[in-house]
Nanobody
Framework: DVQLQASGGGLVQAGGSLRLSCAAS????????IGWFRQAPGKERGGVSC????????VYADSVKGRFTISSDSAKNTVYLQMNSLKPEDTAVYFC?????????????????????????WGQGTLVTVSS
């Protein structure tokens, strides 16, 4: 089994930065991708970014391109989401998720890297609040 632990959320002013961490444990060698998702109050959960464990390819939602950066530290089994120039509309609970699909590269080709349905493992959320 795989466990994911998300952390790093908090309260920040608009324009500020936060770094979220997603630590994986268990059968981490089975993981082929990690994704970050977020859910704002009253809204559906949506994809923010993902990174392929096979080739390091990354995908970003249009709303965060140029502001957020996803990275991984394989030695620590941890994926980070560096969030800069935060806006009030970034306020949400952020979740990390993992895929054990060995065909995740095809998921990316199909443009489904930010679809929550491509991920089978989920961590608990961490709240990010951006004040104006």
């Amino acid at each position: 089994d795989v466990q994911l632990q998300a952390s790093g959320g908090g309260l920040v002013q608009a324009g500020g930065s936060l770094r979220l961490s997603c630590a994986a444990s268990g059968f981490t060698t089975d993981l082929h991708a990690i994704g970050w998702f977020r859910q704002a109050p009253g809204k559906e959960r949506g994809g923010v970014s993902c990174i392929s464990g096979e080739d390091g390819r990354t995908v970003y939602a249009d709303s965060v391109k140029g502001r957020f950066t996803i990275s991984s530290d394989s030695a620590k089994n941890t994926v980070y989401l560096q969030m800069n120039s935060l806006k009030p509309e970034d306020t949400a609970v952020y979740f990390c998720a993992a895929s054990d699909s060995p065909l995740f590269s095809l998921v990316l080709v199909a443009g489904r890297g930010l679809s929550q349905y491509e991920y089978g493992y989920w961590g608990q959320g961490t709240l990010v609040t951006v004040s104006s």
